[in-house]
């Protein structure tokens, strides 16, 4: 697993061991909250989706620690679970459009 580490290794060459669990724990709320709205998301109101959030901001937390403390590539696996569902929005939405 070592090699897969490719932003771990990148955020603690610029940023140095400082501040490194909340430089990593924005960076997986802020990919985790595009994984979510791209993949999950619906229509809900104000209420509910506040109390999403907030579950968001504690699961991340825990995701944060592995990405620091387990040092899992978390951010890398995050990165391609967003590629994987931007393609399955882009091929969803070419064929609404085609069907209509």
Same mark, same amino acid.
């Given at each position: 697993?070592?090699?897969?580490?490719?932003?771990?290794?990148?955020?603690?060459?610029?940023?140095?061991?400082?501040?490194?669990?909340? @430089? !990593?724990?924005?960076?997986?709320?802020?990919?985790? +909250?595009?994984?979510?709205?791209?993949?999950? +998301?619906?229509?809900?109101?104000?209420? $509910?989706?506040?109390?999403?959030? *907030?579950?968001? *901001?504690?699961?991340? #937390?825990?995701?944060?620690? !592995?990405?620091?403390?387990?040092?899992?590539? %978390? @951010?890398?696996?995050?990165?391609?679970?967003?590629?994987?569902? +931007?393609? #399955?929005?882009?091929?969803?939405? $070419?064929?609404?459009? %085609?069907? $209509?």
């Amino acid at each position: 697993m070592e090699g897969f580490r490719f932003v771990f290794d990148l955020v603690v060459d610029i940023n140095g061991i400082e501040n490194i669990f909340w @430089v !990593f724990y924005v960076m997986n709320f802020i990919l985790c +909250a595009i994984a979510y709205e791209l993949g999950f +998301a619906r229509k809900l109101p104000l209420g $509910k989706a506040i109390f999403v959030y *907030l579950m968001l *901001l504690i699961a991340t #937390y825990i995701l944060t620690i !592995f990405t620091t403390v387990m040092r899992m590539p %978390t @951010v890398e696996s995050l990165f391609v679970i967003i590629l994987i569902l +931007a393609i #399955y929005r882009i091929r969803l939405h $070419k064929q609404r459009q %085609t069907s $209509k």
